[in-house]
């Protein structure tokens, strides 16, 4: 739903009513205005249509640039074709805060490979805010197969569905919600190919089906196609000329990635590219990040993000605990947001 949409509905004595109830409430002035403001306008315009706002804190520590790396269970939401190249089953749990805490996200998704009959994933996604009116919520059923050994390809059958609450009084009597939720089916695609050693070029098509989720006979609100494109480079090809043994470590398991995507955002396309770096150090027990995205849609708009991860082997297994922290953001003018990821691979 669009803001000029759902706009045309909302009476002056609505929005009083909003006000009494989500600004009068909050000792925090600041943070009631950011509720109020999501409430009224942007409901429809930054989250309605399933934003690409980053899953999982490892990817986002590296600026979101993970397209061509897609190598955890963050894979499908960025790439479904590198489920086939993982080899042990995973899990992988992210929860994140945005928006002055605000809005939250909640993931979980599991990564299955079955030898050569392939890789299958099943995620899901949900998308909340503070109040309980509105949520997002998504669900991907994943499958990726190696039809050579350096070419991969994987897609996610997806259900995506947003509601409002029909408990609430403002939804109750606003005629613009004739339903108060909406779901529809759509698909992605990607492709992983590793031409020569360390080098990885990936690409993906996320909602190839357009979706409208809009809840009014009248209007449409549909998902649009988000299209991501990469290169990523590991740096284990070239470790073996280091002399120094922990600089042949941390070459060994260092990438750097670069990225590119296109998505159609108030009526035109925005267009962002993103670039991050990952080391690991101490038998690979510790993880750094660093990451930059730059985003174009009327206006320039930029974001910068550092991560780590500390990783704790158990016999064949291991535990990943992965923490990503935004430390820029014009979009939404907000000091920071977080992303907490635990993976658990088996």
């Not at 945005?98 to 994933?121: E, H």
């Not at 994987?154 to 339903?179: C, H, I, Q, R």
């Not at 016999?315 to 990821?341: G, T």
């Amino acid at each position: 739903m669009s803001a000029q949409q759902l706009m045309k509905y909302i009476s002056v004595d609505m929005m009083h009513q909003l006000f009494n109830k989500y600004w009068k409430g909050y000792r925090n002035m600041k943070k009631g205005l950011i509720i109020f403001m999501i409430l009224i306008v942007n409901v429809g315009t930054s989250f309605a249509a399933f934003e690409d706002i980053g899953i999982g804190a490892r990817p986002y520590g590296m600026g979101g640039a993970f397209v061509a790396v897609a190598d955890d269970a963050n894979a499908p939401m960025y790439n479904p074709a590198g489920i086939d190249y993982i080899k042990k089953p995973e899990l992988g749990l992210t929860y994140l805060n945005i928006i002055s805490g605000v809005v939250n996200y909640n993931y979980a998704g599991i990564i299955v490979p079955l030898k050569k009959v392939g890789g299958f994933g099943l995620s899901f996604g949900m998308l909340s805010e503070e109040s309980a009116i509105y949520s997002e919520k998504s669900i991907a059923f994943s499958y990726s197969k190696r039809i050579v050994e350096n070419l991969s390809l994987g897609a996610n059958l997806k259900m995506l569905n947003t509601g409002f609450s029909s408990d609430n009084e403002w939804v109750k009597e606003n005629p613009y919600f004739v339903e108060t939720s909406s779901s529809g089916f759509t698909i992605d695609a990607g492709v992983l190919a590793k031409p020569v050693s360390g080098l990885n070029v990936g690409l993906s098509a996320q909602n190839l089906i357009p979706v409208d989720v809009s809840i009014s006979e009248s209007d449409e609100d549909k998902v649009p196609m988000n299209l991501r494109f990469g290169i990523a480079y590991n740096f284990a090809s070239i470790a073996s000329s280091a002399q120094q043994p922990a600089l042949r470590e941390v070459l060994e398991t260092t990438n750097i990635s670069f990225e590119g995507a296109m998505r159609k955002e108030r009526e035109v396309n925005s267009m962002k590219v993103r670039v991050g770096i990952e080391a690991w150090f101490a038998n690979q027990m510790l993880g750094l990040r660093a990451g930059y995205n730059m985003k174009k849609v009327h206006d320039n708009s930029s974001t910068a993000t550092i991560g780590a991860s500390i990783r704790v082997p158990i016999s064949n297994s291991a535990i990943r605990l992965d923490y990503a922290l935004q430390i820029f953001n014009i979009d939404v003018q907000e000091k920071a947001s977080h992303r907490i990821s635990l993976s658990v691979s088996i």
